[in-house]
């Protein structure tokens, strides 16, 4: 099917993608994208998908937009469905209407999936309603990339400056002092309330507020830069009262999750809803086995064991899928009883319509053993325990186990092999200074970053903090030299990202 779809992505928080956006990019084999549409979205796109950046910004277009026009005819008339990716909305100031125009001119059917503006968003995440009862019931917005000196400007400067309206620029930095100029001498008032908002919408976001005549050199001090939306009327004196989004505890930190990227979305989510800038930067990645011989073995004698110990959630998640396999489900476990590590292991239980007997209040092995002896009478002598987990694991568990006499069949379910993703950018953010925490939810996570970041270059760098999930995780950070700067008391994804917020509270 022959279409394009030029779709708004929104001004930078990706939770303001349209549902009909989201479904566009799924449904779509090519991908054409701009550099002010979050990454992030992509994640929305089939797997499958051609992905091709023409990322524009100011100065520096990857490709010229009669190229990014003849690409979007191109790839239609291939007989593809495309989606044109486009940063905030593709009407307003997104040269969408120039694209859709030499669409129809190709003949080539689409459709325009409006996306939520800078224009309207930034304020309103900078606490700036662009109406209000008592200040302004009306919106100009205007491009600040002009020359506002240049013969004929298209701005009626007289007329702005007159208005009532709230006037939101553009594109508009570089000319900030003209604009502010042209204003002032058109007649409107020096202490005007202005704002100018960065990156709105973002963990980079910042704002501040002045009045006209002062804005110009208040950006100066503050080093405001593009992009940034340039704000002039009365509903800017609102800023102080309504800032809701730059409360957030964690706004604008930079925060490395390493966990793989299965797992990490639980922890990436809460993390960037308390404001982070947080990179996923997985250090490993869930892979089936070559051979599930030996847990298939183990699935048709289940009968034989007394205890299941799921230790994480990709046990879980892999031992159902061969269950399946085989054509069975939850009923194939029978008498035995399950126990798990951790109330995200649980959850994932749950789901599967098992509740688990076991779930230790302390996540280490000690505290697994106390709980099953308490469970078993004190004795757990001959009794088959049964461990589906990751190919490379501790042994403590089971080790302990056998001392007191169990018989265990420690079985792989999957594996976890080593990932690089992100690690470039993760490295120029520390040595940039714009990172300051790195997550471990694992010893394995600790390891195969390491692996990645040597951990002398972290040692160079002592402002970034460390937090550990736990004392084991903590412990293999001190075996390579390095301090945990945060640990919870409870071992689970949402006390980590408590402990976070209340460390820097404090920093």
Not at 24 to 47: F, K, W
Not at 83 to 103: H, N, Q, S, V
Not at 278 to 304: F, G, H, K, W
Request: hydrophobic share 45%; aromatic share 6%.
């Amino acid at each position: 099917m022959m279409k394009v779809y030029l779709i708004g992505a929104g001004p930078g928080d990706p939770g303001l993608l349209t549902l009909k956006g989201r479904d566009a990019l799924a449904a779509a084999d090519v991908v054409v994208y701009d550099a002010l549409a979050n990454d992030s979205l992509l994640g929305h796109a089939n797997p499958a998908a051609e992905k091709i950046y023409v990322g524009k910004v100011a100065g520096n277009h990857a490709l010229p937009q009669h190229e990014i026009n003849a690409l979007l005819v191109r790839k239609a008339k291939e007989g593809k469905v495309v989606a044109r990716l486009k940063g905030g909305d593709p009407y307003i100031f997104g040269r969408g209407g120039e694209e859709a125009e030499e669409l129809v001119a190709a003949g080539v059917p689409f459709e325009e999936i409006p996306g939520i503006t800078s224009t309207i968003a930034a304020p309103a995440y900078a606490g700036i309603p662009l109406t209000h009862r008592d200040f302004a019931s009306s919106v100009t917005i205007i491009t600040g990339h002009e020359n506002p000196d240049k013969p004929g400007s298209v701005h009626n400067w007289p007329a702005l400056a007159a208005s009532a309206s709230t006037l939101v620029f553009v594109m508009g930095m570089k000319n900030l002092p003209d604009i502010a100029r042209n204003l002032l001498d058109a007649g409107m008032a020096p202490d005007t309330p202005a704002a100018l908002i960065y990156r709105g919408t973002t963990p980079r976001q910042r704002s501040l507020v002045s009045t006209l005549a002062q804005l110009p050199a208040a950006a100066v001090e503050a080093r405001f830069t593009n992009p940034s939306v340039i704000l002039v009327g009365k509903v800017a004196s609102l800023h102080k009262t309504l800032n809701w989004f730059e409360q957030k505890p964690l706004l604008g930190r930079g925060v490395v999750v390493t966990r793989a990227r299965e797992q990490a979305s639980g922890l990436a989510a809460s993390l960037a809803e308390l404001g982070a800038d947080v990179i996923q930067c997985p250090t490993i990645e869930i892979s089936p086995m070559a051979d599930y011989a030996e847990l298939d073995d183990a699935l048709n004698r289940l009968a034989e064991y007394r205890w299941i110990i799921f230790t994480s959630v990709n046990g879980v998640r892999h031992f159902w899928l061969r269950l399946a396999q085989a054509g069975k489900d939850s009923r194939a476990i029978g008498s035995c009883k399950v126990a798990a590590i951790g109330p995200a292991t649980a959850e994932a239980l749950t789901r599967r319509g098992i509740t688990p007997d076991f779930i230790p209040e302390r996540y280490v092995a000690e505290g697994v053993l106390e709980g099953l002896l308490a469970r078993e009478g004190g004795d757990v002598k001959d009794k088959r325990f049964l461990l589906p987990r990751a190919a490379k694991a501790r042994e403590v568990l089971p080790d302990e186990l056998r001392k007191a006499g169990a018989v265990v069949d420690v079985i792989a379910a999957y594996e976890t092999i080593a990932a690089a993703h992100r690690k470039d950018e993760v490295l120029e953010r520390i040595k940039e200074g714009r990172l300051d925490c790195v997550t471990f939810g694992s010893s394995s996570t600790v390891e195969n970053f390491l692996s990645l970041i040597p951990a002398d270059v972290l040692k160079a760098h002592p402002e970034v903090q460390l937090a550990a999930i736990g004392p084991i995780t903590a412990d293999t950070l001190t075996a390579h030299g390095l301090p945990c700067h945060i640990q919870p008391e409870e071992y689970t994804i949402p006390a980590l990202v408590e402990a976070l917020k209340k460390h820097f509270a404090r920093v």
